[in-house]
């Protein structure tokens, strides 16, 4: 299609056909695999799970931000779907996704800005859908690592004793 012009032909950014998408393969498939949510030890050697949705809503407005899809799971609860390509979730943005609560997740498709794999295809399809090493908790947050006790490194001799020589007879 072109312009009103009909002279110069539309040019849609890499970046900006790849977040749109994303979206449509997510809302056409109504599920996504992710990581263990944080706080979470999975039971099995697979860390990831496959999440089904019961519908999926773009662009809802929330205190503050809009998330790019609102998915509603079957247990009554949302989780917000963030992508990623250049743009990424900010501190002012955490602080409101906090402050609603709904589980969060971000999903970082910069590897695939300047790769040569064409958009659709079923590569970057599966890379959407059941990568998992691009998705990341935004929210809830990982718990913070238990500090480990401090050592008083003072306490502890520079050089051990010198061991008597045992004599033999």
Known sequence: FSHH??????FI??????????????RNHLGLQLPPMPGTRPESEDKS????????DEEVPQPGFQPDLVAHLRDGSQLFIEIAVTSFIGE?????????????VEIDLSELLFNKQ????????AHI????????WIYPEPPP???LPAIDWQSIPAKPPAAEPQVKC
């Not at 950014?13 to 997510?26: G, M, T, W």
């Not at 799970?49 to 999926?56: A, G, L, P």
């Not at 002012?92 to 969060?104: D, F, Q, S």
């Not at 859908?129 to 990341?136: A, G, I, P, V």
């Open 129 to 136: 859908l059941e990568q998992t090493r691009n998705k990341s």
């Open 92 to 104: 002012e943005k955490l602080e409101r996704i906090k402050t609603v609560g709904i589980n969060t």
């Open 49 to 56: 799970s496959w999440w089904d949705f019961e519908r999926m």
């Open 145 to 147: 690592m238990p500090l």
């Open 13 to 26: 950014q890499r970046e900006s056909l790849l977040h749109l998408y994303a979206k449509q393969v997510i």
């Open 5 to 10: 012009s009909n002279k110069e032909s539309c």
């Open 118 to 125: 064409p958009i659709p295809s079923e590569e970057v399809k």
